[in-house]
């Protein structure tokens, strides 16, 4: 089955800093790669996701790459806010089926410090 | 409306006490999950309805039963829990067979078993 690396699993900055997560799978089927971001007692949020036939995706400060050959994917929020202080969780599967199973990484704990 | 409704946000029951989660989407999804979550971890699929068949038990103990009464409400039905059952229990939905792959979570049940 599929198996999501996650690092780091815990990452501080400042705000107004970038920060990155990396995540590594090993299944070369899978095709879809989601980003969850959890807020402290609530449901995880999808912020970002990216299909296996795009190599980088964008969304205001958020942006996802991919890399197909090498097998990973990472989360870019760039000008970091305190607000993005959560728990981030990479996730991947083979989607379009009737159902699917998300593999998720285990999570990396994102504090921004203002 | 793009929410799942979990309830109740909070319960505590004893080990011989019988209780449910009850969840609820308006999207038309026709596909609904059940996932555990322990703190510091990711969450783990329990269960998958589709089209309300249940289509994947990722071999829950039987003290946990689901229930799908139609397409927009999903059940969990606790009995005999042990207190290792405590954790967040969240309710997602999707659409199965779009290859959107977004998976709309509800903010989840806490549960403590004493």
């Known amino acids: 089955g599929e198996n999501v690396e996650q690092h780091p699993s815990t990452l501080s900055v400042q705000e107004g800093d970038s920060a990155v997560i990396k995540c590594t799978y090993s299944?070369?089927?899978?095709?879809?790669f989601p980003w969850y971001k959890q807020e402290l007692g609530k449901g995880p949020q999808l912020i970002i996701d990216?299909?296996?036939?795009?190599g980088e995706k964008k969304d205001q400060r958020i942006a996802v790459t991919l890399n197909k050959t090498a097998k990973h994917f990472s989360l870019h929020i760039t000008e970091t806010q305190p607000e993005d202080s959560a728990v981030y969780f990479c996730?991947?599967?083979?989607?379009?089926?009737?159902?699917?199973?998300?593999?998720f990484g285990k999570g990396t704990l994102l504090t921004v410090n203002p | 409306d793009t929410e799942v409704t979990q309830t109740p946000k909070h319960l505590v029951m004893g080990m011989t006490n019988k209780k449910s989660l009850k969840c609820e989407q308006h999207?038309?999804?026709?596909?609904m999950y059940w996932y555990k979550q322990k703190a510091k971890k990711p969450p783990e699929l329990m269960f998958v309805?589709?089209?309300?068949?249940?289509?994947i038990n990722e071999s829950v103990p039987s003290r946990f039963s689901p229930e799908c009464p139609n397409s927009s409400l999903l059940n969990l039905h606790l009995h005999a829990l042990q207190p290792e059952d405590s954790a967040l229990y969240l309710c997602?939905?999707?659409?199965?067979?779009?290859?959107?792959?977004?998976?709309?979570f509800g903010e989840g049940s806490r549960l403590t078993v004493l």
């Open positions: 299944d070369s089927a899978s095709n879809y």
């Open positions: 990216i299909r296996s036939n795009v």
């Open positions: 996730a991947a599967s083979r989607s379009g089926g009737s159902n699917y199973k998300l593999t």
């Open positions: 309805y589709s089209y309300e068949k249940l289509s």
């Open positions: 997602a939905s999707d659409n199965p067979g779009t290859g959107t792959g977004e998976l709309f």
């Open positions: 999207m038309g999804h026709r596909a």
